[in-house]
């Protein structure tokens, strides 16, 4: 199945807000409210930042928020941080496949 | 606290079967409904969902795998398994094995540090 399309990389200045773009079809992220959120940092496993659209688990910073808009699920960062900078990945739930996730985003902290 | 640990060899050689396993402490297999997963990530690369499995023994599988994978399940010790067969080059990545807290809906809170797999003669 084809991944979702995220932007390569973003970046911002500290303090900032950015947001993270994961386009899909209404066979994924606009059929579903099953949008996960993941920050990977260099040699570590992911993490999981957010899940269905817009719900944060447990010790995650309230900095992090996601939606959904049709087929476009979002992330945003807000107030940015260095320690923020990473890659990051959205997952969808499909019809096609349970799971497919987006190429990932780059996220640098200028 | 749940941790889970993937083991298995790191080198394959092509055309034969990549075997791994993943052993999940801190939390039985067969409680809370989550669904066990293996997810990949090539060099460099993106993620990759692989498939997985209930307790129960009831499997998902990328469809683009499926005719060379099987997942299976070992809740006496607490594991869950890959096997992928006849693999080639394209097979090299780093293995992650996760808890699905979704059902399988695809939100993985727990994850194994990863095992880089290589696939070479």
Request: proline share 4%.
């Amino acid at each position: 199945q084809s991944a979702l399309t995220q932007p390569a990389s973003v970046s911002g200045s500290p303090g900032q807000s950015i947001t993270i773009s994961c386009t899909g079809t209404s066979s994924d992220v606009g059929g579903y409210n099953s949008v996960s959120w993941y920050q990977q940092h260099p040699g570590r496993a992911p993490k999981l930042m957010i899940y269905d659209v817009s719900n944060r688990p447990s010790g995650v910073s309230n900095r992090f928020s996601g939606s959904k808009s049709g087929n476009t699920a979002s992330l945003t960062i807000s107030g940015l941080q260095a320690e923020d900078e990473a890659d990051y990945y959205c997952s969808s739930y499909t019809s096609n496949s349970p799971v497919v996730f987006g190429g990932g985003t780059k996220l640098t902290v200028l | 606290q749940v941790q889970l640990q993937e083991s298995g060899p790191g080198l394959v050689k092509p055309s034969q079967t990549l075997s791994l396993t993943c052993t999940v402490s801190g939390g039985s297999i067969i409680s809370g409904g989550y669904y066990w997963s293996w997810i990949r990530q090539h060099p460099g690369k993106g993620l990759e969902w692989i498939g997985y499995i209930y307790y129960s023994g009831t499997t998902y599988y990328n469809p683009s795998l499926t005719s060379r994978l099987t997942i299976s399940v070992d809740t006496s010790k607490n594991q869950f398994s890959l096997n992928l067969n006849s693999v080639t080059a394209a097979d090299t990545a780093v293995y992650h094995c996760a808890r699905d807290r979704t059902s399988g809906y695809g939100a993985f809170d727990y994850w194994g540090r990863g095992i880089l797999v290589t696939v070479s003669s």
